[in-house]
């Protein structure tokens, strides 16, 4: 059974640029107030979600803990957990264009992000780009996920770490490479980070799909007998 071969970058470009078009299309009815309006519907939790991106960068900025602050219930403040936690600090710097743009841009990358990362694991375990682009697609047009950008959820959008963690460990099974799993484990932190949710559905989706990665490399070593 052969190893997979090298993931080119000219066809990863153009699956990514393939679902940035897509994901344009989709925020298409909001671009013209995108630096005045927030994504999504009202008395949901949409505010709660871009206070708290504001609070990441705000805290970062000011060399403080994000995990207290006295920005509310002052003056004696509160504790917090912003959630998505590791999609938020990495996005921190969108901050300095102001909550609002923070926000729908976050937003924004986060869907973009969740179906480029779900082509790559498509990639990885079937080796064509085709498939990887549906797959990719599909993620982002689900309906779960506009329900959660319109509900102001934002750790129910960041879904990219889950499929990079299953596709990293999916490759360090099947190429029994520790790099794979070192970065499969790192990755594995930031799923847990970003949502709680997201950890149980990792855990869900690879007791199915990691097996066969197993299953793969044992016919492989039979080969070789």
């Known amino acids: 059974m052969k190893r997979h071969e090298p993931i ?6 153009l699956v990514a640029l393939s679902l940035l078009a897509l994901n344009v299309w989709m925020f298409s009815p909001v671009l013209g107030d995108f630096s005045t309006h927030l994504i999504g519907d009202p008395q949901t939790d949409t505010i709660r979600g871009a206070w708290g991106l504001n609070h990441l960068h705000e805290s970062i900025r000011a060399f403080e803990s994000p995990w207290a602050t006295t920005r509310i219930n ?15 600090i990495l ?12 926000w729908n841009i976050t937003m924004f990358l986060l869907v973009l992000a969740s179906g480029i990362t779900t082509a790559w694991m498509t990639k990885v375990m079937c080796d064509a780009w085709l498939p990887a682009t549906v797959a990719g697609a599909m993620v982002m047009a689900q309906p779960m996920l ?3 950008i319109a509900d102001g959820t934002a750790e129910h959008v960041a879904l990219w770490a889950v499929p990079l963690f299953i596709g990293a460990t999916w490759m360090a099974l099947h190429e029994q490479n520790p790099k794979w799993g070192i970065g499969a484990g790192l990755l594995s932190i930031i799923v847990a980070l970003d949502s709680p949710y997201h950890g149980l559905y990792a855990l869900v989706l690879g007791l199915f799909i990691l097996p066969w990665a197993v299953r793969q490399v044992r016919g492989r070593e039979k080969d070789l007998l």
Do not use: C, K
């Open 8 to 13: 080119g970058a000219s066809g990863l470009l």
């Open 91 to 102: 996005l921190s710097p969108l901050g300095w264009l102001g909550p609002v743009l923070a």
């Open 146 to 148: 506009h329900q959660a």
């Open 74 to 88: 002052f003056p004696n403040g509160a504790d917090v957990l912003v959630l998505p936690l590791a999609s938020g």
